[in-house]
């Protein structure tokens, strides 16, 4: 199992006398898309569609590291936010699409690449709200506020990748 695999790497790290300088970052970076049956999926994954059945699990893990949990819906793009806040760096020149996952002013969100999203409590997708996460969450949501934030997400994050923007 992953676990076991985990518990092996923390010992060879410890064995070869560099778990005190490591840090760790595991994230799922897709669900089980390659699966065939997909109702299997969401059966599995206990969701009733497949934007949901796309929660992924992640830890940032160190030696002596004092637990915390994070509660919020996050992108992949806030580990890297994260990552400078934990290690105490500062990002320089970039601008990042992500954001602090410890941030107590960041909610959390997720926009998918087809321009859905997650946020709130609202799974929105195809022009309307596909499920509501809690009770009265999309009239709590502004709804117009939140597509033209994805809309503008999702050309920045293009324009990143086509003009390489990291690369320097």
Known sequence: ???DMFALLLKRLEE???LDDTVIVAFGDHYAYPMTDQQLVLQLSGVDNTYLAMKTPCFIWADGMEHVDVDK???TADLV???LNLFGMDSGEYDYLGRD????GYEGYVVFGDG???YNGVLFA????LEELTPGAAE?????AMQDFVSRYLKTNDAMIETDYYRH
């Open 81 to 83: 936010p994260t990552l």
């Open 116 to 118: 859905a999203w997650l």
């Open 101 to 104: 996952a410890f941030d107590p």
């Open 140 to 144: 709590n949501t502004d709804i117009a």
């Open 16 to 18: 070869y006398g560099h």
């Open 1 to 3: 199992t992953v676990d």
């Open 73 to 75: 819906t996050l992108n």
């Open 126 to 129: 195809g022009g309307t709200v």
